[in-house]
């Protein structure tokens, strides 16, 4: 039995790596994988796999080619999640904000420095016309840290994944003023290099079981109830957010890698671009 740890952040997206580790998919191929929630984030992953605490993330796609830019020794294998991450704007519910423009020079709460929270905000910044280097940071770790931040006026606004997020909305602890959803597919998997050295037929067989659970996950009936139940959501808003979401089974391709370090590039966050086979590596 071979043994291999994974991550992920404690999310909807995940629960088909769940149900195969629940149902012993892994270890009817000798693969004993051992999964570890990182409510932290993008960010905390990125170190995870530089101080070899995890084998593979299913990580944003955005935070770890920065991160592989800056010496990460990981590849991205495939692509996990096809479609955009919509990550929701939020400000306390007592906040004066009322519009994405009133927070022009006001501080964002992030889970941490290179995490998906950071990146996005001067996505946003960009799209929204700010000069990004007026950006002002609080750290707040998980989204708890986030909920104190802006309760108690440390930070102003905080961009996560809305529909995770639509729980404190609901709950009248968060306002959502808008979306700023990702110019590309969202998650992939990224492996340590030294592990697909090692074990790559491992990580294939990996990637053929998560395949075929992704592949029929929206097929499984009542799958929005489970869903609904497990993390504390609306049905309708699980509905919405099955109906947005595509699992991918596919490796990352040349033109995403491009669109995502042009992007970088551009907002300065990395300082050059990579080759293709330097990011993403086939098995």
């Not at 149902?23 to 004993?32: P, V």
């Not at 991450?85 to 400000?91: D, F, K, Q, R």
């Not at 709460?109 to 007026?134: Q, Y």
């Not at 957010?241 to 669109?259: C, D, F, H």
Request: net charge negative; aromatic share 8%.
């Amino acid at each position: 039995m071979k043994t291999i740890k994974i991550t992920g952040v404690p999310e909807h997206f995940n629960l088909p790596w769940h149900f195969a580790i629940e149902e012993g998919a892994f270890k009817e191929r000798g693969i004993d994988l051992q999964w570890k929630d990182t409510p932290e984030g993008t960010g905390k992953m990125c170190n995870m796999l530089r101080e070899g605490e995890t084998d593979i993330a299913i990580i944003l796609t955005e935070g770890i080619v920065k991160d592989i830019t800056a010496g990460n020794p990981s590849g991205i294998v495939q692509t996990y999640i096809e479609s955009p991450l919509i990550w929701g704007i939020h400000v306390a519910e007592a906040s004066g904000y009322r519009k994405i423009e009133d927070l022009r020079n006001t501080t964002v709460a992030i889970s941490r420095f290179g995490s998906g929270s950071h990146l996005m905000a001067f996505v946003n910044a960009r799209k929204t016309g700010w000069d990004t280097e007026n950006l002002k940071f609080e750290v707040v770790n998980t989204i708890d840290g986030a909920v104190d931040a802006l309760t108690t006026g440390r930070a102003d606004y905080f961009m996560w994944e809305r529909f995770m997020t639509k729980p404190l909305v609901d709950r009248g602890i968060f306002r959502s003023i808008g979306d700023c959803p990702t110019p590309w597919p969202c998650f992939v998997i990224a492996v340590r290099n030294e592990i697909l050295e090692k074990n790559r037929n491992v990580i294939k067989h990996i990637l053929e079981v998560i395949n075929i659970y992704t592949e029929d996950f929206k097929q499984i009936p009542s799958i929005d109830r489970t869903l609904a139940n497990r993390f504390d959501q609306k049905a309708e808003d699980i509905s919405e957010w099955l109906s947005l979401t595509r699992w991918s089974q596919s490796p990352m391709n040349k033109q995403t890698i491009e669109t995502v370090q042009d992007q970088l590039l551009e907002l300065n966050l990395i300082p050059e671009k990579l080759p293709y086979e330097k990011l993403v590596t086939l098995v």
